[in-house]
């Protein structure tokens, strides 16, 4: 399996630009299911979790092209109702096909996602919601069976903004004639840019003065072309390793107000940005990194996923600072990873304390997910010496082509398999 070799202490400098988002692109892909007319989708970042999902796609029936961040999706005959484990544990974002399948066939059988690194992420919000929609839902060896004689428009209150559960009833209510009510929905920007491409789809979905989402269903949806917003999880963590080795980058094609808390916390802990509609500089700065407590929320709240990035950044600081991680159960498993390089962080259930240190120092690492593993990329990029990150995998299935992007920015970082 991959592994980075990063040789740290360089400041990074430079302009990055920004991939599509992969929790934007991923829903938007599993959308098209709602029609049999084809589908165009721009600036798809080719990344693990999308090349899954468009195996997904094909493997229920749809014909799909991918080529320079363009994908094109036609039907190709009758599209079936059910996926294979397989597919299904290698990215619970695949349990998001539930709801147009059911809307479509009024059957579903997927089988029901794993927990992962990061915590057991139930899907109780989304059986909730389907059986509020008229569906009853069966649990059978591991696999979720929805089905419903007739599915009715309905008033649904999530008990947690879900960002998975908002869209999967989201995009099952566009096929329910009449209207449907989502209320305590999740408000991410990737869900707005879901909501866009419904929308071109011909899917009559709009907020009310409540933030609730008022949704008129249709009979059919036709095909669509859209290309997928900035991802802001992606440029967050650029803007961090540009303030972690004190270097000066430009992040571009993002979109700043996605990541307004980010932001705020950066310039409170001494940096300074210049802000554009459409890009962040991070300008070099040498003095004390001021420790700044964070907790993780909704949207707009502090991004859970960029949450152990920050904590990188905060090993670096001039005190001791808080990281509150509120959303997920274990998504600290970067922590002992940065300990090993010399931080010094304790964790208690979901609290990190971060005493920052003058550096850090390199050293042989794992990466246990997708953030975790960007942390120690970011550690790595600060250490001197050479930090070895392995599991580059789970990195991959949400930076697109890391190692350029980071060596156009002046980083000397190589990717190898020793087992090649
Ligand atoms: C999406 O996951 C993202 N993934 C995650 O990004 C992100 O961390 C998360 O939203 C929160 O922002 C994609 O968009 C593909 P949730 P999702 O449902 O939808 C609990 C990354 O690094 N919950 O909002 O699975 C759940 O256990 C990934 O790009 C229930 O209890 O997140 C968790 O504690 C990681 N029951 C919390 O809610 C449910 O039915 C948030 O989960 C659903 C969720």
Partial sequence: MDRLLIRGGKKLQGTVRASGSKNAALPI???????????????????????TTLKILEYLGKKVTYENGTVTISADGQLKNSLPYELVKQMRASFWVAGPLLARFLEAEIPLPGGCAIGVRPVDIHLKGFEKLGATCEMNAGNVILRAQELVPSKIVLRFPSVGATQNLLMCACLIEGETVLENVAKEPEIDDVI??????GADISTDDKGRLVIYGKKTLHGAEHEVVADRIESGSYMLAAAATRGDVTVTGCVPEHNAILLEDLQEAGFTLTVTNDSV???????DIK????????????????????MT??????????????????RFMHAPELVRMGAQIVTEKSVARITGVKELSAAH???????????LVIAGLCAKGETEVERVYHIDRGYENLEEK???????????????
Avoid at 196 to 201: A, G
Avoid at 315 to 320: A, E, F, I, Q
Avoid at 406 to 420: F, H, M, V
């Fill in 29 to 51: 892909l599993v959308a098209t299911l709602l029609t049999d007319e084809p589908c165009v989708l721009h600036r798809v970042p080719d990344l693990r979790d999308v090349r």
């Fill in 196 to 201: 866009d491409f419904l929308n071109k789809m």
């Fill in 281 to 287: 500089r991070v300008h070099a700065y040498d003095g």
């Fill in 291 to 310: 420790p700044i407590r964070v907790r993780t929320a909704p949207y707009p709240g502090f991004a859970t996923d960029l949450q152990a990035p920050w």
């Fill in 313 to 330: 950044l905060m090993c670096l600081s001039d005190g001791t600072a808080e990281v509150d991680e509120d959303i997920f159960e274990n």
């Fill in 365 to 375: 690492v794992q990466a246990s997910d997708l953030r975790g593993g960007m942390a």
């Fill in 406 to 420: 980071l060596t156009s920015l002046g980083a000397d970082i190589k990717r190898y398999n020793p087992e090649k």
